[in-house]
């Protein structure tokens, strides 16, 4: 994305409701929970663009080198080509056990832990650096699939079961991808 992608800040008041609307429908299809504390919410180029105006907005950005830092922030998340990119989200809520929750899933980020599964492939889920370390891990994540040629195609047949998987220490948790997702996918990988 570029400055020329950007609603200028009185514009995008203006339109914030409808733009606003319509990106909150596109997220509840690209939204899937696995078990009760990871969520991914697949990412596009509407998905960004909005998060875009709305960093804008927020912290009232008005300069353009400033605007075109947030830009090359998120386009780091866009996917490439016959790829998906996608937010991970650990939702705990109970601000008192936050940090016990969070430590148990220290290394979600490292190794084979996240993935979708057609048939007999697997695409892992490849996390962006930086969002843990040795004592900490972030409770957001921005991770990529490289989804193979044969499950592509099993996203387009609804008879072949896709799922998210999450195995990770003692939280082990799957969720079928509903038609709606895969139709979102479908379009991420065209």
Do not use: C
């Not at 596109?26 to 504390?37: H, N």
């Not at 950005?61 to 947030?70: H, S």
């Not at 990770?168 to 997702?181: D, I, K, M, N, T």
């Amino acid at each position: 994305m570029t400055l020329d992608d950007v609603i200028p800040y009185a514009d995008y008041e203006r339109q914030r409701e409808e733009f606003r609307s319509r990106i909150i429908a596109l997220k509840q299809r690209r939204r899937i929970s696995i078990g009760p504390l990871i969520t991914l919410v697949f990412e596009n180029r509407d998905t960004l663009r909005f998060q875009i105006q709305e960093m804008i907005r927020v912290e009232r950005i008005f300069d353009p080198a400033k605007v075109q830092e947030e830009l090359d922030v998120y386009n780091a998340l866009l996917p490439s080509q016959d790829e998906l990119s996608a937010t991970l989200l650990i939702e705990i809520t109970d601000e008192a056990k936050m940090k016990e929750w969070l430590d148990q899933f220290m290394g979600l980020d490292h190794g084979e832990k996240v993935a979708i599964v057609a048939g007999n492939e697997r695409a892992f889920g490849e996390f962006e650096g930086g969002h843990s370390h040795e004592t900490k891990i972030s409770a957001v994540h921005f991770v990529r699939f490289r989804p193979a040629a044969a499950m592509t195609a099993a996203f387009a047949d609804l008879r072949q079961p896709v799922t998210i998987t999450v195995h990770h220490g003692g939280y082990r948790a799957e969720a079928p991808v509903p038609g709606s997702l895969r139709e979102e996918w479908l379009k991420d990988l065209g």
